[in-house]
């Protein structure tokens, strides 16, 4: 009889028996996710009733304190060197498809309708049984640019909205969704640090990217017009985006940050804020009853955000089409070791599409003694670097085996296809 998840024996580790439960304070994690009521029994007894993912939850709970900590050095490495092995194509009994798509699913969750209240761990559903559409989780609420770029990457998922960018892992983690789709960066606003920070604590996969063009509009309630805006809201990337747009509009209205752009609209519409307007999508304004005051108000057109796509498994790579590769590296003590690691690269024609430093949590500070100069203080780094080639090209495979000599930490983030899309500016006003 066909499973209706993946081997249950990496779920079994998540429910532990109910006398581990004494410490645990629940309410330490909230996750938000879209409600099904109906009853869900899966199979030889794991996760088969809600008191057993209410375990689960609770487990995750006690782990959110500890994963603010610094991580142990030698367990990263270890993970490395683990994550170098799957993606080079060693573990090739990897099941690529955790759950097939099934555009005829009766889940009774409708798109076109406003999103159910967010839930408490309680009211947390299994992963989804054997049929049922894939379960994408992103950050935000419904009508978010992240809702749209899982819906490109996954066309005819079920989009599970998360509140922060660490439930969205954790939520994948924790068999909940599927997959997850990110925001990695922006072609305005540069890098999401906070997102490469969680690559590196949590085990997931990148299995594929989206380019998704930003298409800003200004949202307020209806018959409100621009003139009685005093405060626009929005998150700080967008305000950032539509900054000269908002100015030549003539809007000297206050600027405030809120957690994404959906978010705002929504809370302009619970509220009833007539003085107020928001930076969001226009399927924002079609979801929470909003007017488009002004379309297209990016001050660039070209205005790009690159997602990553997440999963439990790594994809076994590939040849026949263009792949890129993510890595995330800590170089040893010596002379020239980011100059003999980039060399590594190069030497092999393989052309490198990113790279980006950030601070070391585990030494943040190197002290360095010199008797005629006193003590130099010189950050430590980690390093998150992109480029184009496959983990089955031996070139890639030989890169990696030298910058290996020089890093004190190595570990393969994810080798995954490229997205080949069309290039699709965002449309003019």
């Known amino acids: 009889m066909m499973q209706a998840i993946s081997p249950p024996s990496p779920l079994k580790l998540l429910v532990p028996t109910r006398p581990r439960l004494a410490p645990v304070t629940p309410n330490k994690l909230i996750l938000h996710c879209i409600y099904r009521s109906d009853s869900v029994q899966l199979p030889n007894g794991v996760g088969s009733s809600r008191a057993d993912w209410q375990s689960s939850c609770a487990i995750l709970a006690s782990k959110v304190v500890s994963q603010e900590q610094p991580t142990d050095k030698s367990s990263e490495d270890s993970r490395g060197a683990d994550h170098v092995a799957a993606v080079n194509g060693h573990k090739a009994s990897i099941d690529l498809g955790l759950v097939p798509l099934n555009k005829g699913s009766s889940d009774g969750h409708s798109n076109n309708k406003k999103p159910t209240k967010s839930l408490s761990i309680t009211d947390l559903s299994p992963a989804p049984m054997h049929g049922s559409q894939l379960r994408v989780a992103y950050q935000g609420v419904p009508g978010a640019y992240s809702e749209a770029a899982a819906g490109k990457a996954y066309p005819n998922c079920e989009a599970i909205p998360c509140d922060q960018f660490d439930v969205v892992f954790q939520a994948v983690e924790l068999w909940i969704a599927d997959r997850a789709v990110l925001p990695a960066e922006n072609s305005l606003g540069g890098s999401i640090h906070r997102n490469y920070d969680l690559l590196l604590r949590h085990n997931l996969h990148i299995v594929g990217e989206v380019q998704f063009p930003v298409h800003h509009c200004l949202l307020a309630l209806p018959g409100v017009r621009k003139e009685y805006i005093t405060r626009v809201i929005s998150h700080p990337q967008a305000l950032a985006q539509c900054e000269l747009t908002l100015t030549e509009l ?180």
């Open 250 to 429: 003539g809007l000297h209205a206050v600027r405030e940050a809120v957690d994404d752009t959906a978010g705002a609209a929504e809370y302009i519409a619970s509220n009833n804020l007539r003085n107020t307007a928001a930076i969001a999508s226009a399927r924002a304004a079609e979801l929470y009853g909003l007017q488009i005051l002004a379309d297209g108000i990016q001050d660039d057109k070209s205005n790009v955000t690159r997602f990553l796509m997440l999963a439990r498994e790594p994809i076994i790579p590939r040849t026949d089409r263009p792949f890129k590769t993510s890595i995330v590296f800590a170089h040893d003590k010596g002379t020239s070791v980011l100059f003999k690691v980039l060399s590594a690269f190069a030497f092999r024609n393989i052309n490198l599409t990113k790279i980006e430093s950030r601070p070391h949590r585990d030494c943040p500070i190197r002290l360095v003694d010199d008797a005629s100069a006193g003590t130099a203080k010189h950050f430590e780094y980690m390093f998150y670097l992109d480029f184009e080639a496959s983990m089955a090209e031996v070139r890639a495979q030989n890169a990696l085996a030298e910058v290996q000599e020089f890093t004190s930490f190595l570990r393969v983030l994810g080798s995954y296809p490229m997205d080949m899309t069309p290039w699709c500016p965002s449309r003019s006003d």
